[in-house]
């Protein structure tokens, strides 16, 4: 029986795993922690099919300066990390020519178009259903001036197809009770439901995965051996050796560690978020809620209110500021004036940013048995079960449902 190896456990690399298990394969899931501890144990628990636009367009540079002189803005950079991002950042200017970001918009909108799709049959099929929230997003916009800036975004959903209801007034309130009356207008996305606890989701689907057969290993992966047919075996830091005739690398913000092991670098950098969850909120939610001016999201999730957003770049290795949290829950508060912020816990991690916000899902362009899977940014819940179902068709020969040609790794 063929062997894969999958490197990374978090929600996109379990979900691969499971995906190829199903199939008849042999799989080995390897992870330096346990399952769904890395950036899927704290991300907003929100599948964000409408949230897929470039972070490159003209919007998001017209507010980059005043954002990277607030200390309290959506967007820090630590001084002292700030020359080893100008590589990042130049490619990000490139993928902000109007003709790249109808590409790179096209490209998100294929593979949030088929989220549902994918995710509903993955629920089904593993007896999680009860995981996924009916109820939608509510974007919130303070008065006509915060709605007019967000308008551009709110045109590209037009123009793909994407659900989507304006909304105002008392209609608002009738729909969440908690919020505060001072928001003029919000925008029901219906289709960004809410995963009751992402952590959670990915642990129950590892289970499925050994389940049918598949084997979880914990370790760090610290080298390859390779052949000219490619690699044949992984070697750990604890000197194991693991042979396989395919390897998936989905190790989300620390792909590019591995990558460039292949002489494959990526320009991957991790785009820091912060959480606050809160145990006893003192009110209750039906559906999340984003308030883009404001820069957070608030979702009802893992038995409580969880308040995330903003991105820090600071590298892996950079201890956590937790001054980050701190500012969303005080901006939620504004959203929520009766929120109570008792039993908490704050929690940082590491999104995989590309600088054009489309994922990387596709071979090796440089070894014949290697994938990846990665680059996934703040949409790697959103994303997982359909880049479970592309990588599987892929690696297993099969025809992906959409071009992948978007995704491939020799793109930059």
């Known amino acids: 029986m063929s062997s894969i190896a999958v490197i990374g456990a978090g929600v996109i690399g379990t979900t691969i795993a499971y995906a190829l298990q199903r199939r008849g394969f042999a799989v080995t899931l390897i992870d330096r922690d346990t399952p769904g501890k890395g950036a ?47 590589p990042w950042f130049l ?5 902000s020519r109007p003709s790249k970001l109808r590409e ?25 259903t009860h995981m996924l929230s009916a109820e939608g997003c509510l974007s919130l916009y303070a008065d006509e001036a915060e709605f007019r ?6 045109e590209i959903l037009e123009r793909f197809g994407f659900r989507h209801d304006i909304i105002g007034g008392h209609a608002i309130h009738d ?13 029901l996305f219906p289709d960004n439901r809410s995963i009751a606890d992402p952590y959670r989701l990915v ?15 914990t370790g760090d992966v610290v080298g390859f051996e390779q052949q000219e047919t490619g690699v044949s075996a992984l070697r750990l830091a604890d000197g194991r050796r693991l042979a396989a005739d395919r390897i998936v690398l989905a190790a989300g913000a620390f792909t590019g560690r591995l990558s460039r092991l292949l002489g494959e670098p990526i320009p991957l950098e991790t785009e820091r978020g912060y959480h606050t969850q809160i145990l006893s909120p003192g009110i209750s939610m039906r559906h999340s809620i984003i308030w883009p001016a404001r820069a957070f999201m608030v979702t009802p999730t893992a038995g409580g209110i969880r308040v995330g957003g903003t991105v820090e770049m600071a590298g892996l290795d950079a201890s956590p500021d937790y001054r980050r949290a701190k500012v969303l829950v005080k901006r939620a508060k504004e959203a929520l004036p009766d929120l109570e912020v008792e039993d908490i816990s704050e929690w940082m991690g590491h999104r995989p940013a590309l600088p054009d916000t489309v994922p990387v899902i596709g071979p090796s362009a440089k070894r014949k048995n290697v994938f990846y899977a990665t680059g996934h940014g703040h949409l790697g819940l959103t994303y997982a079960a359909t880049t479970g179902r592309l990588m599987a068709d892929l690696v297993t020969g099969a025809t992906p449902p959409i071009d992948l040609k978007p995704y491939r790794i020799d793109r930059f």
């Open 149 to 154: 800036a967000d308008r551009a975004h709110i």
């Open 91 to 95: 490619r990000f200017l490139a993928a």
């Open 203 to 217: 642990t129950a689907l590892a289970d499925r995965f050994q389940a049918l057969g598949g084997t979880i290993q």
């Open 175 to 187: 729909l969440e009770p908690a919020l505060t009356t001072k928001i003029a207008k919000a925008v």
């Open 40 to 86: 899927s144990y704290g991300n907003m628990a929100s599948i964000a099919v409408t949230e897929f636009m470039p972070a490159s367009r003209p919007g998001v540079w017209a507010h980059m300066p005043k954002w990277l002189l607030d200390p309290e803005g959506p967007v820090r950079i630590r001084p002292a990390y700030m020359p080893k991002l100008v």
């Open 104 to 128: 790179l918009e096209a490209a998100g909108a294929a593979l949030c178009g088929r989220v549902h799709e994918d995710l509903d049959a993955l629920l089904r099929e593993t007896g999680l």
